[in-house]
């Protein structure tokens, strides 16, 4: 049942890229940004609001940490995201953000002293070539024939980007409700954010896109994000990372149903490929646990306790 938790966040997300396919022609992506966690301020504002004076000992201890987690995951992650699909294509979009879960399974290594099992790998490498076969049409060397563009970079540098802040995420627990910690990094957001909002042609939102912001801002920016913070506690960031391949089959989907878009052979076999790809990867928590119910669980039950003292 855990594992649901990412699952409806990345269902979440494979809405919100119909709802960023829509917003193209109405609003600006710094526009689209700013508005999105503003929107998402302005609902969390009545419930988290009134416990900051609650927080602000926490808050002012990990002030720069909080700063940066809002930098990367809600300022840098989606504006390059927006910014990438001006000058790329939608596939190469896709393609480069499943790149998220290898992303953090290395840097999982290197800042949580994790070990890389080979399950992880390789359910990574079967999720991986599941893109490319769906994304190149069934032309699984689709992956080695990409060039990189201005907008490929960027999302090269998103996936790095977002991999990182899952990974931080754990690595910087603290003794805050998941809610707060979201509210938090929302006005960080809203704050770096603004200069870009300024600086955009349409200062003021439309009404074609007020639906589309209302789904960006709540269901995507609260609503996602928190279920992705639970995740990560539960599953761990690189496990939780694994379902971000699911995005481009849930995206393919929605398209078909809400935008009349044809799924072909290779969308179903790319489609099972990544989504076979995410439970392998998922095997390996499950045997442990299984397999040493004493030992093992007290030394993840002891690795959770340290993660969660304040640094």
């Known amino acids: 049942m855990v594992y649901l938790l990412p699952f409806f966040t990345v269902l979440i997300w494979g809405g919100n890229a119909i709802v960023n ?16 966690w503003l929107t998402a301020v302005v609902v969390l504002s009545p419930f988290c609001l009134p416990q900051l004076n609650k927080y602000k000992y926490v808050i002012k201890t990990h002030f720069a940490k909080l700063a940066f987690l809002a930098l990367l995951g809600m300022v840098l992650n989606q504006s390059l995201g927006y910014y990438a699909a001006l000058t790329t294509s939608a596939s190469n979009m896709a393609l480069i953000t499943s790149l998220v879960p290898l992303f953090s399974v290395f840097i999982s290594a290197a800042l949580l002293n994790k070990r890389i099992s080979a399950l992880s790998l390789v359910g990574a490498v079967i999720s991986l070539a ?3 076969f769906m994304l190149g049409n069934g032309d699984i060397s689709f992956i080695f024939n990409l060039e ?3 907008g490929d970079g960027l999302m090269l ?8 802040y899952c990974v931080l995420l754990k690595r910087w627990k603290m003794p805050i409700s998941n809610w707060m910690l979201i509210y938090v990094q929302g006005l960080f957001a809203v704050v770096m954010l603004t200069p870009l ?3 955009s042609h349409q200062v003021i939102p439309s009404n074609a896109s007020l639906p589309l912001i209302a789904y960006a801002g709540l269901l995507a920016s609260v ?5 992705w913070v639970k995740s990560i506690d539960i599953i761990g960031a690189e496990n939780s990372a694994m379902f971000m391949n699911l995005l481009p089959v849930i995206a393919i989907v929605l398209a078909a149903t809400l935008l009349g878009e044809t799924i072909h052979q290779y969308h179903v076999i ?7 790809g995410v439970v392998l990867s998922q095997i390996k928590l499950h045997n442990k646990q299984r397999g040493s119910q004493t030992t093992q669980h007290a030394i993840f039950e002891g690795d959770d306790k340290a993660v969660q003292k304040p640094l």
Do not use: H, N
């Open 223 to 227: 609503i996602a994000p928190w279920l």
């Open 130 to 132: 599941g893109l490319a």
């Open 197 to 199: 909002w300024l600086s």
């Open 148 to 150: 990189i563009s201005q």
């Open 21 to 36: 396919k829509l917003a193209a022609d109405t609003l600006e992506p710094s526009a689209m940004s700013f508005f999105r």
């Open 270 to 276: 790319g489609g099972l490929m990544v989504i076979s």
């Open 157 to 164: 540098l998103a996936a790095v980007v977002y991999a990182t």
